[in-house]
């Protein structure tokens, strides 16, 4: 067996799941423009209609705007950075709803905003890796780890964005939210993975930067829930983390 160290504290372990936006990817580069993006066509469309957001325009994924209009930040705790496609979907339809759009077309609507938001993330490929990661992903390979990406995007979307910044091939299994029943935090995605590597939750570690990355390795009995935060003073919602980190370079794998 192996062992991860966390803040010189050693663990014993096997596996670990990591979270995708925000653990992975740095959140604001992939996700801000995409969100940017499609809240404009949404506010665009609501005007015309003589409408508006019902709530402040970033209340409604839970997004910090600068005076200018980009995404600085977000709310770890809200839908943009925990909910699925479909549950985002669900909360942008809703808006056009309440203007009096048909339900079927709000859906419709916010499908067609989502391709042009997403053609532009392909187009301009503006992720980037934490730093660190690459080095924790290397050791984790060197000492015979089985590593898994969980994440509430879908499975087809993760691929490609590890594609773009080559970490797939440190990846045994990639598990998007339609690969399982229920997403974060039910413990479904954590579970599966564990068969996937053919490992006891209680041998694995899961390391996310939302508390629903918490809760759904609690909820599946793993070995400890690691809580990214690489800005202590947003660390706050990580209330049901082991252990929180700001950075890759507090974290450490060994071979025993």
């Known amino acids: ?91 942008l339809a809703w808006q056009l709803y ?24 392909r187009r301009h490929r503006a992720a980037k890796v934490f730093p660190g990661l690459r080095t924790l992903l290397e050791q984790s390979r060197h000492a015979g780890l089985k590593l898994a990406v969980v994440t509430s995007d879908s499975t087809e979307a993760a691929q490609e964005h590890l594609e773009w910044m080559g970490l797939t091939s440190y990846f045994d299994e990639i598990i998007g939210h339609d690969r399982v029943t229920y997403g974060k935090p039910d413990p479904e995605m954590a579970e599966k993975a564990c068969a996937l590597l053919g490992l006891s939750p209680a041998d694995v570690v899961v390391i996310g930067d939302s508390n629903g990355d ?36 507090e974290l450490e794998v060994r071979r025993v």
């Open 98 to 121: 309440t203007a009096g759009v048909p339900w079927n077309e709000a859906v419709r609507l916010v499908r067609d905003f989502n391709k042009t938001a997403m053609a532009d993330i």
């Open 214 to 249: 918490m809760q759904m390795g609690k909820r599946a009995g793993v070995r400890l829930a690691i809580g990214f935060a690489p800005e202590a003073e947003r660390s706050g919602h990580l209330l049901d983390a082991d252990k929180v980190v700001r950075g890759y370079e």
């Open 1 to 91: 067996m192996s062992e991860l160290i966390v803040q010189g504290e050693r663990y014993p372990c096997r596996g670990i799941l990591l979270d995708k936006d925000g653990t992975l990817l740095d959140f604001i580069q992939l996700w801000g423009p995409w969100a940017r993006s499609i809240l404009d066509m949404m506010e665009q469309h609501l005007t015309v209609a003589g409408a508006g957001f019902t709530v402040e325009k970033g209340t409604v994924l839970g997004t910090v705007h600068d005076l200018e209009g980009r995404v600085i930040g977000y709310d770890p705790s809200g839908p943009l950075a925990m909910g699925t496609v479909d549950e985002s979907t669900g909360v």
